[in-house]
């Protein structure tokens, strides 16, 4: 057996317990970016850039502040080309941010409640066993808000902007839970053991498979937003996966989980 | 890297032109389950699975209903009835295929509109071999009636229901691969390629009013329906390993989902 491919992104996780300001969270995202083995690289004025993978592909963002409780945050392709630019709202309470970094994605998550989150993530899908570079609008990403600081109309779990043929639209990208149509399936717990099953998260663009994300997995909804499991990923190999908030659209209720260290 | 665990049992397939009698679909099924197969037959023309360690079985009773109708139930290790249910030939001869293995037999009848008759237990995998309690499905194309089923399509299966004891027709599990909510699976990558997935099981929790997963069918998988009915072809399942997996035809297909069932051969 081996480790599934979409697996060996590192991943790296921190909390900010009490997030007062945004500026905190480009601070801390700068510290994991930039400690990761296959480092981001910090080229000043807000600008993160992906490392550079085997296959020459990444992407970089751009942070810009905008009060103490809301964040810009623009991504763009290897080529320049704004995938998306838009914000995020923390509380002005001090509540927990949470913040994943692989070298292939990142994902900032500030808590609203218990089970909800304002969110921005994005990155670059894993084309494996297909050639990384068969094309070359491999890449993701969502704004809980638009620049005019609006909520978007979808932010559910997998509701991202990739590539429509044309442009990077927002659309349901995220599958590959088995799932039944209407309400007929509705569970991911094993109906043997009661044991929660995961399943890889497929992305797609213009309606075909396109790769899976780096460090993702679906869950059962049944599982608590921000418990972490160990999940078995091979034989006698374990990694830690964190559920985040938000179930995706339409039919089937799964969660997602992010790889943790 | 290794051969997926429900792609790794045995197998067996058989392919018999020219059916006039079912008669003869049962003495091949004999011959396939029982004779080269480790299924046993308590009855004539009753075909049982290998009981589990913990003594769980299921079974087919096939018999003649007429020269071409076939009487296909299931039933389970309690004596539960899955579904008693009934498959036709043409009165001029029908291929039939059958696809069989230690936990499967899976008939392809050949017709216009292709017939299905199969009895399937579930590879829990990685999950304890002998822990669910009912990991079966099974269906008909036609009632005892001879009548048609109702959602003849691939993802539909007699299962076990929220009441226990009585199964039902429940939709097994689907991906919904497709970037909106209106194309569900294209099984294609976006390169062009087919994608494979397996097809899994599901049934109702035991003391819950759902329907969750309970692993995958063996040596069964799931393509997209570009792929026509009878087509074969060889699929790596592991680094430099490829298998040889059949397109079936009778209930091989769903038109929403735009899926095809393809099962082992080679």
Redesign the interface.
Known sequence: MAVPHQFTDEAAHSRLAACTDVSEIETEFAALATGLTDPWTDSGGGVYVSPVDADGRWFDLTFARQSATNMDVKMRTSAGTTVLQGRFQKPATNDPVDIFVGNHYYDIEAWLTTSSSERAEGGIVDLYPESQTYYDQYYYCITHRTTLDAARANVARGYVFAWDGAAYTQDNHWWGCPEGRATTYDTMLSAATGLPLFFHVYHSVQNAFAGRVYNYLWATPELTPWATFSVPVDNGVNYNFMVVPRVPYSSGVPRAMIRVP | ??VPHFLDWGFRYLSTAGITDVNTIISDLQSELVTNGDWSEPSAGVYMMNPSTSGKFAQITTSRVSATRMQFKCSDYLGNTMYDGTVDINAAGSEVRYFTGEYYCYIDVQRTTPEAAFLIRSD?Y???ED?????YCCWAFRNSAGTATANNTL?YSFVMGATTGTYGA????????????T?YF?G??????Y?F??M?M????SGTA??????RWPNTLMGPDLIAAGTELDIPVDTGVTQTFKAIGAHGTDG?WNTRLLLRKA
Do not use: K
């Open positions: 890297m290794a829990p990685p999950e304890p822990m669910d309690t009912f990991p993802h429940f939709q097994q599990c689907n991906y919904n691969t497709g970037s909106d909510n194309v294209s294609l990558s976006h390169s062009g390629a994608m997935l397996p899994w599901a049934h109702y929790r759902t329907l969750g997963p309970c692993g929403t």
